[in-house]
């Protein structure tokens, strides 16, 4: 029998994951996130870069961009992507709660609220550790979070 590998995004869901990601980079996140980092600063990380949905369109840009993702499949689609395009972005496999880059950053995305996977204390914490001495002086990191909420369920949004 096959082992899982210890990622999310293996075999049929990384094979898939650009079908629900047409017109991406015009998304009002990455518009967002392209305006915060022209103001902000160059280098960008972008973290859980998945197929290049960010770092792509932002190289053809001529943003300076890295993406880190921990899912080897995805990173490779992004390489495959590149190629394609004519761009050799720079790609990192590894966790980002314990990030280790060989740089530091001005802007660092974490867009598709990839923060929010992460979902121990503990590990947040020390994720955000890491961002932080990934961050240049004056520099931002932003990201976004997902709620599921509806009227009526207020009681959902109340922090224990």
Same mark, same amino acid.
């Given at each position: ?6 990622? =999310? ?5 990384? *094979? #898939?994951?650009?079908?629900?990601? /047409? ?5 009002? $996140? ?11 600063? *160059?280098?960008?990380? =972008?973290?859980? +870069?998945? /197929?290049? %949905?960010?770092?792509? @369109? ?6 300076? #961009? =890295?993406?880190? =993702?921990? &899912? @080897?499949?995805?990173?490779?689609? +992004? %390489?495959?992507?590149? !190629?394609?395009?004519?761009? &050799? @972005?720079?790609?990192?496999? *590894? ?23 992460? #979902? $121990?204390?503990?590990?947040?914490? *020390?994720? !955000? ?7 240049? @002086?004056?520099?931002?990191?932003? #990201? ?11 009681? %959902?949004?109340? &922090?224990?």
């Amino acid at each position: 029998m096959d082992q899982k590998p210890d990622y =999310d995004y293996n075999g049929l869901i990384a *094979q #898939t994951w650009d079908l629900h990601r /047409t017109e991406a980079e015009n998304w009002s $996140d990455s518009v967002l996130y392209r305006e915060l980092a022209e103001r902000y600063g *160059q280098p960008v990380l =972008d973290l859980g +870069c998945a /197929t290049g %949905r960010i770092v792509l @369109p932002y190289l053809e840009r001529g943003i300076d #961009t =890295d993406g880190v =993702d921990n &899912s @080897p499949e995805l990173l490779e689609i +992004c %390489r495959q992507k590149a !190629l394609a395009r004519g761009l &050799s @972005p720079n790609l990192y496999e *590894q966790d980002i709660v314990t990030l280790a880059l060989p740089r530091r950053y001005k802007t660092i995305i974490g867009s598709s609220s990839v923060f929010q996977l992460i #979902t $121990d204390e503990a590990r947040a914490r *020390q994720t !955000l550790q890491r961002l932080y001495a990934h961050l240049e @002086p004056g520099g931002i990191f932003v #990201t976004s979070f997902a709620f599921e909420w509806r009227e009526g369920n207020q009681e %959902r949004l109340v &922090s224990r």
